[in-house]
């Protein structure tokens, strides 16, 4: 079945660091999904990639899909407190299946 | 907050007995689904729905079942409690693929402990 990977699984970052996070699928996907996740909460949806290549921003957040769409990154530039907690990614393929990397838990150091 | 309600949020149970969690939508999304999450295994999915009696399972089915009766409603039975079932549960839903809207929205979580 389809797997879903994602590294690192941990990430001790400077504040005002810069960090990536990498998901690989092992299927093509539909579409991939980012998600985060504050300590205590649930996953709050970031953002949609759904064209191969597709590259979009959010503020110091950078998602990109690959061009077999395949795999993504999430790139955050100068890392801030608010950045804490984990970041999942999510692909989705068909019969709208959403299945999520195991997540990348980010810890800030001030 | 979409309209997702899990129940209960919190339980306690003892290994072999049944035990029955609901999520309820007020959003008449199609799809439903369950993940559990436990720490370095991140959200793993159960079983999901794409619509009333329409099931499938997911990657960590096993001594798990669920019924969705209504568009509102999606139960998830563990049949026969384990330990290993200690787990934060969340339920998720999402539009029709077919409006390219797929974000999922999440419930709060049911915290499980089988003892």
């Known amino acids: 079945g389809q797997q879903v990977m994602q590294i690192p699984q941990y990430q001790h970052v400077q504040e005002g660091e810069d960090f990536t996070t990498y998901c690989n699928s092992s299927?093509?996907?539909?579409?991939i999904q980012w998600y985060k996740q504050r300590p205590g909460g649930h996953p709050v949806f970031l953002i949609q990639?759904?064209?191969?290549?597709e590259v979009k921003k959010q503020k110091r957040l950078t998602f990109q899909f690959g061009e077999a769409k395949k795999n993504s990154s999430l790139h955050i530039t100068a890392t801030q407190t608010t950045d804490v907690g984990t970041y999942f990614c999510?692909?989705?393929?068909?019969?709208?299946?959403?299945?999520f990397g195991g997540g990348t838990r980010v810890l800030v150091k001030p | 907050d979409a309209g997702i309600t899990q129940s209960p949020r919190h339980k306690v149970t003892e290994t072999g007995t049944p035990v029955t969690l609901r999520c309820h939508q007020t959003?008449?999304?199609?799809?439903m689904y369950w993940y559990r999450q436990d720490p370095g295994h991140g959200l793993r999915l159960i079983h999901y729905?794409?619509?009333?009696?329409?099931?499938d399972k997911g990657e960590v089915s096993d001594g798990y079942s669920v019924s969705r009766s209504k568009t509102e409603d999606f139960l998830l039975t563990l049949e026969s409690a384990t330990s290993s079932q200690t787990s934060v549960y969340f339920c998720?839903?999402?539009?029709?693929?077919?409006?390219?809207?797929?974000?999922?929205?999440f419930g709060q979580g049911t915290r499980l402990t089988v003892v």
């Open positions: 998720a839903i999402s539009d029709d693929h077919g409006t390219m809207n797929t974000e999922a929205f």
């Open positions: 299927t093509t996907l539909s579409n």
């Open positions: 990639l759904v064209k191969s290549g």
């Open positions: 999510a692909g989705l393929a068909a019969g709208n299946k959403l299945t």
């Open positions: 959003e008449n999304h199609r799809y």
């Open positions: 729905s794409y619509g009333v009696k329409d099931t």
